[in-house]
């Protein structure tokens, strides 16, 4: 393929459940998508934690990545991530250590610190740990030295197995400053979520790259996650982007439900208030036929100076989510 973004493409995928849907078959189309995905030459297929969303069936992030790399061949799996705060590191250490040496060179885990949920099912996660993101770089570390033991000044009492000496590759997520500084310190690989935090994605990236000190990287590695929804014109590519706006609608309104069907008219679905809320919230998504992507994906790509782009996207319909990926493919 000719590249003329310049930079890989990956996908960021909730396997999200559609109105009128089932979990098994949302888990069948991820599937589905990773493969396709794989022979249209994406980078990375990822997988995101989130809990109590009626709308998303990726919670158990681990195994849905098992399901994916078991089903593909070379596409690299992984996670978009593993809410840290969540889990016990030593967990996470075993679960991506087997994965690694199930498929290995393929899986990367990218760590978040956000609950990926409400509070209540946060607690319901975390139980008497109680831990609430504060800790996450010592959190880090911990999982660092699960899987290269030398970290530690002394011999750990407790190992890893699976997981101890598996590579695996780790990226921090962020939504804000917090992990693109902790990502600088250390010198690891930063993705930023733009799909959802687009006002602070440039500030973020820039603060990543002019902070950072060589680590585990020897140079900066930013990837930059984006809503792209495309389709053979700009009309249908705006009527297919109306579930998405109508799933975010639902965040704002409390109201989570399963993806809904699109609409002709937005204008008949929300109000004033809550368009000028959306657009805040969506406002760098993609929307268009190819040329349009094309143009608008080189312009954010400029921006951000981002050396990835993970690409995300709510589409109803699976046979109008295959071809929308499948159209952004052809600009790589």
Do not use: C
Not at 51 to 77: E, F, L
Not at 87 to 105: K, N, R, S
Not at 137 to 143: G, M, Y
Request: hydrophobic residues 40%.
């Amino acid at each position: 393929m000719s590249n003329n973004m310049k930079v890989p493409l990956s996908i960021l995928d909730v396997s999200p459940i559609v109105e009128g849907g089932s979990v098994k078959q949302s888990l069948q189309n991820t599937l589905d998508l990773a493969q396709h995905a794989e022979g249209w030459g994406y980078n990375r297929f990822w997988l995101a934690e989130h809990h109590n969303a009626p709308n998303i069936a990726s919670s158990a992030t681990s195994v849905v990545i098992a399901h994916v790399a078991s089903g593909t061949n070379t596409i690299r799996v992984g996670a978009g991530g593993i809410m840290l705060p969540n889990h016990a590191p030593l967990v996470i250490a075993e679960q991506f250590g087997t994965l690694d040496a199930l498929y290995p060179g393929r899986i990367d885990l990218g760590l978040g610190r956000a609950p990926g949920t409400d509070h209540l099912t946060a607690a319901a996660l975390r139980g008497s740990r109680g831990s609430n993101g504060h800790d996450f770089p010592e959190q880090l570390e911990k999982l660092r030295a699960y899987f290269d033991p030398s970290r530690n000044e002394y011999v750990p009492a407790v190992r890893a197995i699976p997981g101890e000496g598996a590579e695996v590759p780790i990226w921090l997520l962020g939504s804000s400053d917090f992990s693109a500084m902790l990502s600088a310190q250390l010198g690891m690989p930063f993705a930023f979520a733009g799909h959802f935090s687009p006002n602070f994605t440039v500030p973020a990236m820039n603060l990543y790259r002019s902070n950072f000190k060589a680590g585990v990287l020897d140079k900066p590695y930013g990837m930059v996650a984006v809503n792209v929804i495309a389709a053979e014109t700009d009309e249908e590519a705006q009527y297919l982007a109306t579930s998405m706006q109508q799933l975010f609608l639902g965040f704002i309104r409390n109201n989570r439900a399963p993806v809904p069907p699109p609409v002709r008219n937005m204008d008949e679905v929300w109000s004033e208030q809550e368009k000028i809320a959306l657009e805040h919230q969506l406002g760098s998504s993609i929307i268009g036929s190819k040329e349009t992507v094309r143009e608008k994906l080189a312009q954010f790509i400029e921006a951000t100076k981002a050396d990835e782009i993970m690409v995300s996207s709510y589409i109803y319909n699976h046979q109008a989510r295959l071809r929308s990926y499948e159209i952004i493919s052809q600009l790589m």
